[in-house]
C-alpha cells in the first residue's frame, strides 16, 4: 500500500493564477459576462457561508449584495496578493462582521466558534482500547479513491448532507478549506481566528464527516 | 512509541504539516507498522478529497439587477 498523506495539503491551495489575472482585465474593462460569470459561481457560496451567520434569507442575500457592492469599489486596489475568491471572503467576513454588531439577528462567528466545544477525540474514543490501540479497527471501505468515490453520487450527497449538519463553525472552516480550497492562512485571514483554532475546527469537522463516510461506506 | 489514538488526535496536523519533526518521525514510523491507522489516515484524505468535488454544487446564480446596474455604473464612472 502506498502512503501519500505526507505531503502538504496546502499544495493544492488557489494561489492567485492566470485565470484570475485574466478575469481582473476583462472586470476593468467592463465586460459584463465576466462579472455575471463571477456573481454566478460565487454568490452560491457567499450566500451559503452567510446564512450560518444570519438565518434570514433576506438580510444573507442583502449582505451579499453589498459585498458585491464593495468589491466593485475594490477591485481596482486589488493587488492580487490573495485570489480574487479568498479577497472576496474577506470583504464577505468583514461586512457580516460589521452588521453583526448593530443587528441581533446575525451571530458573530466568534460566538459560534466559543459555542463549539465538543473533542474530536471523544468521537473516537469508543473505537480504542485503554491502552490507546484500536478496539474496532476503521472497516475498509467499498471505494479507495476520489474518482470511484465520484461516480457514488448517493454517498456524495450523504457527504454533502452531513457537511451541512455540521456544528456552524467547523461546518465554515471546512466549506472553505477543503470544498472552496482555501489555505489554512488564508482561512485564518478571513474569519480572524488563529491558526489553532482553525486546525481544531478542521480536526473536529473532518473527523467526523470520515466517520460519516464509513457508516455509508464501510463493509 | 505513539498509541493509535494518539496518531489519530493528530491526524489533521499531521496532513497539514504542522507538527514538529521528531512528532512527524513517531508517527510516520508507527504508520509503518500500523495498518490499521494507515487506513484511518487514507480514509481521512479521502474525505478532504471529495468535499473538493462539493464546490461548484450550486446552481450558478443569475445577476440580481441592482449588481448588473452596479457594475455598468461602475464602468461607466471610470470612463469618464
Not at chain 1, 69 to 75: A, E, F, K, N, Y
Not at chain 1, 134 to 140: G, H, I, K
Not at chain 2, 65 to 71: I, N, Q, S, W
Request: charged share 30%; hydrophobic share 40%; glycine share 4%.
Amino acid at each position: 500500500m502506498t502512503f501519500t498523506v505526507n505531503q502538504r495539503a496546502d499544495a493544492r491551495t488557489e494561489t492567485p493564477g492566470a485565470g484570475d489575472r485574466e478575469l481582473l482585465e476583462r472586470l476593468l474593462a467592463g465586460d459584463e459576462a465576466a462579472f455575471e460569470t463571477l456573481v454566478a459561481t460565487l454568490h452560491g457560496p457567499m450566500l451559503r457561508f452567510v446564512r450560518t451567520f444570519v438565518s434570514r434569507a433576506d438580510v444573507a442575500e442583502e449582505v451579499v449584495q453589498e459585498t458585491w457592492l464593495t468589491v466593485l469599489r475594490g477591485l481596482q486596489g486589488f493587488e492580487g496578493r490573495s485570489s480574487l475568491k479568498t479577497w472576496i471572503f474577506h470583504i464577505l467576513a468583514n461586512r457580516a462582521r460589521t452588521r453583526a454588531t448593530r443587528d441581533a439577528r446575525v451571530i458573530p462567528f466568534a460566538d459560534l466558534l466559543a459555542a463549539d466545544d465538543e473533542t474530536a477525540d471523544a468521537m473516537l474514543e469508543s473505537r480504542f482500547t485503554p491502552d490507546g490501540r484500536w478496539s474496532e479497527p476503521p472497516a475498509r471501505w467499498q471505494v479507495e479513491t476520489p474518482e470511484a468515490l465520484l461516480m457514488r453520487g448517493e454517498v456524495m450527497a450523504q457527504l454533502e448532507a452531513a457537511l451541512e449538519t455540521l456544528p456552524p463553525a467547523q461546518r465554515i472552516v471546512v466549506t472553505l478549506r477543503d470544498v472552496e480550497g482555501l489555505s489554512s492562512e488564508e482561512v485564518c485571514n478571513v474569519l480572524e481566528i488563529s491558526e489553532t483554532n482553525q486546525r481544531v475546527l478542521l480536526h473536529r469537522g473532518r473527523t467526523r464527516l470520515r466517520r460519516d463516510l464509513a457508516d455509508a461506506l464501510g463493509r | 512509541m505513539l498509541t493509535c489514538r494518539e496518531v489519530t488526535s493528530k491526524a489533521t496536523e499531521y496532513i497539514e504539516g504542522t507538527l514538529p519533526w521528531t512528532t512527524r518521525l513517531q508517527i510516520r514510523l508507527h504508520l509503518m507498522m500500523c495498518w490499521m491507522c494507515r487506513r484511518y489516515l487514507a480514509q481521512l484524505e479521502l474525505t478532504t478529497k471529495a468535499l473538493r468535488h462539493l464546490a461548484g454544487r450550486d446552481a450558478p446564480t443569475e445577476t440580481p439587477t441592482p449588481l448588473r446596474e452596479a457594475f455598468r455604473q461602475w464602468t461607466n464612472e471610470r470612463r469618464r
